[in-house]
């Protein structure tokens, strides 16, 4: 989706609310430990969109341990079933792990506003969908096959199935 089809024809940009994650079966990716890091992390970061100034702070450090511990278990799982795109996956999640790092970093000294932190929130929540369906999909997929020998069987609870007239 494009910039572009969330503003009003002819008219100036307008700051859009932090559009929140909300976990659903949808979500799963067929391995449980990504999935339970995923469910996580839907967790900390509607948290962190939902802060106030006074738990803020609190927000970013679990966000940040939230993050160590995710894409720790993804990298332990790249190791032991020799996933062969390591390097963009973790890049990628290097990168992500050091924006929310600065700004706890300046967080902890009183230099970022509620704003910001907002802000991270929103960039983590249009971050995420793109990356579990691309990258991670990948990496469940992978560690399924090499360790089962086949894709993953996801059952999903109560999905919507549309349905022709
Ligand atoms: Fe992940
Ligand atoms: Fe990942």
């Given at each position: 989706?494009s910039?572009?089809?969330?503003?009003?024809?002819?008219?100036?940009?307008?700051?859009?609310?932090?559009?929140?994650?909300?976990?659903?079966?949808?979500m799963?990716?067929?391995?449980?430990p990504?999935?339970?890091?995923?469910?996580?992390?839907?967790?900390?970061?509607?948290?962190?969109?939902d802060?106030t100034?006074?738990?803020a702070?609190?927000?970013l450090?679990?966000?940040?341990a939230?993050l160590?511990?995710?894409?720790?278990?993804?990298?332990?799982?790249?190791e032991?079933?020799?996933?062969?795109?390591?390097?963009?996956h973790l890049d990628?999640?290097?990168?992500?792990?050091?924006?929310v790092?600065?700004v706890?970093?300046?967080?902890?000294?009183?230099?970022?506003g509620?704003?910001?932190?907002?802000?991270?929130?929103?960039?983590?929540?249009d971050?995420f969908?793109?990356?579990?369906d691309y990258?991670?999909?990948?990496?469940?997929?992978?560690i399924?096959?090499?360790?089962h020998?086949?894709?993953?069987v996801?059952?999903?609870?109560?999905?919507?199935v549309a349905?022709?007239?």
């Open positions: 989706m910039q572009q089809e969330d503003r009003p024809q002819d008219g100036p940009p307008t700051a859009r609310r932090a559009e929140t994650l909300e976990w659903s079966d949808a799963l990716l067929g391995h449980a990504i999935d339970a890091a995923h469910e996580e992390f839907v967790e900390v970061v509607t948290a962190l969109a802060c100034q006074h738990t702070l609190g927000c450090q679990a966000v940040d939230h160590l511990s995710h894409f720790a278990i993804e990298q332990a799982w790249m032991k079933s020799g996933f062969p795109a390591a390097d963009c990628e999640h290097q990168r992500v792990l050091d924006a790092q600065k706890n970093a300046l967080a902890a000294v009183g230099e970022v509620l704003h910001d932190v907002k802000r991270l929130a929103q960039a983590l929540a971050w969908p793109g990356h579990a990258m991670d999909s990948a990496l469940s997929a992978w399924n096959k090499k360790m020998g086949g894709a993953p996801v059952l999903r609870r109560d999905l919507q349905v022709a007239a």
